[in-house]
């Protein structure tokens, strides 16, 4: 994972110029965030992530770097790695009764993430179901995290259903 | 060349495989030189039996009323009558008790015992006593095939033949009709799982008790199965780790839906352990199959995934594994002449 950061003028097109170079040498963006709050003589700060294939990545960043330049677009910073794997899982049972914020920041101090909730029940009460994408460290496996998962979920009585 | 044959049970399995035999006599006759001679068939309460050969025909025509035969003996149990019996083949395809394996452990340690070869549609014996069984029939210089226990005809333990150059690391399978066609049916439908389920029991494909079936004992029990086999483990059903599919609803289903996921019931092999459980697989996987099919996916250290798919149950199917057990039996035998 790469992340750039920018700052970019506060005016109609600008995002587009910062996106352009990075899609078309191969980029995969992961994610854009602005500081409208840091806004500062008309320029925001911007963080993008993205990712580039490992065979192209030393071209393809060279590339990005020079036609940024071109388009008057100074970088700040470049960090690499805090790659993150990702992951879709199922919960079912009382998720919301057993303390989805509990699971949520026990999780954290994992170092798993939840990126995405999403829940479907017809009572509070009833059993409901939620999706969940988390992401986790590259150094933990996939078997790991389900691990920790697994501890959880049977601690809660959830029924936990992995890709 | 002529092999006789003991059969124990005369149920779906049993019938369809004397009807094979039958509907197929010149064909072996002529292909393979072999004449199949049936010379007892055991029920729980007796057997039918004619040391020269039972007419088949008789039997099936008989149908439900074959204890009025005149070569039929009441109260006399495939146990007790093997060891003096002057059979090559014992096929044993009474029911799974997935408890004790019995009757049918104990008609396969019998046949081994007095050096008869085994094939078996009965699964229960071989998820319970795997090691013990391949050790009797070792010692006896016995063949024992069973691949009618795990896919019926699919051939999902006789492909190991097969890739004798490869090396299988894991397993993925779906090895239920029942639960896959009740997942299939709430995913398609949108439809419950109770309602899901009573569908299954109207089309005959789910049991008035689907206990076994939908809690993933029965998948548990083939994998077992399946991973000793192939993998070359020493399992037996209590290690593999079982979920049913009973909790899931159709709001699982849906809410997986938008990321291209699909639940289904899985039967694992894999980093040394056994799991049976819902599991989300991609639409596009070729797991991702409908009804009540089963499919494998083995996972080969020199050739990638390698996926087999079929009907997994059905007398005919079952029967028509044990025919080519038999065959395959026979071929050794002659071979080893």
Known sequence: MINLEVKLPDSPGSLGELIKPISKNGGNIYGILHFHDKKIKGLIPVNISFELSENIREVSLENIRKELKENNIQIENITYGNEKKEITVLLTGHVFDTDVLDTIKRLASKEINISELQAKFTELKEVSNVKLKIEFPENMTKKELIDELRKLCKEKQLLLITS | MKVKICLIGKGIVGTSFLRLVENRRDEFKQKFNLEIIVSSIFEYDGVLIKEDGINIKEVLDADKEFRNLPYWKENVTAKDLIPTLDANICIETTPTNSETGEPGLSHIIEALNNKIDVISSNKGPFYLEYEKIKKLAKKNNCLVKYEATV??????????????????????????????????????????????????????????????????????????????????????IGDVKVEGISKITPHAIDLVKSDGFVIKHLAIAEDNELVVEPRLIHRHSPLNISGTLNAIELETKYAGSIILMGRGAGGLEAASAIINDLLSIVKHRRYSE
């Open chain 2, 151 to 236: 896919t019926s005809c699919v051939p999902s333990l006789g492909i190991k033949e097969k890739l004798i150059g490869n090396e299988i690391l894991s397993i993925k399978a779906i090895l239920n009709g029942t639960s896959n066609f009740i997942l299939s049916r709430m995913a398609a439908e949108g439809v419950g799982f109770s309602l899901a389920l009573k569908e299954a029991q109207e089309l005959g494909y789910a049991e008035t008790d689907p206990t076994l079936d939908i809690e993933g004992y029965d998948a548990a029990g083939k994998i077992v199965i399946l991973a000793n086999d192939l993998l070359g483990w020493s399992k037996s």
